[in-house]
Nanobody, 116 residues
């Protein structure tokens, strides 16, 4: 069974950092790209940043390009999202996702709230 489990969210002040983790299971992690998504209240879920199996990075949102970093650890089947200089506009539920066996899969999400 394909499973993605996110963790690391929380309440932080503007300018602070958080690192999200997503542990994958049920598929050969090293062969698939992984993407971080977010969904703010009242908005559609959007792709934020992705990493392909080769390690190449894909940025989907200009506003996070110099602040968010994605990485993956093949030994731990984990993808990370390092978020720096957080802004209130980054407040959202963050999901990791992938596309395996013909289906798009997401985890349950982790809440990130940026507030003074």
């Amino acid at each position: 069974q394909v499973r993605l489990v996110e963790s690391g969210g929380g309440l932080v002040q503007p300018g602070e950092s958080l690192r999200l983790s997503c542990v994958a299971s049920g598929f050969t992690f090293s062969k698939y790209g992984m993407t971080w998504y977010r969904q703010a209240p009242g908005s559609e879920r959007e792709a934020v940043i992705g990493i392909v199996y080769s390690g190449a990075i894909i940025n989907y949102v200009d506003s996070v390009k110099d602040r968010f970093l994605i990485s993956r650890d093949e030994d731990k089947n984990t993808v990370y999202l390092q978020m720096n200089s957080l802004e209130p506009e980054d407040t959202a539920v963050y999901y990791c996702g992938t596309h395996v066996f013909g289906s798009s899969i997401w985890g349950q999400g982790t809440q990130v709230t940026v507030s003074p």
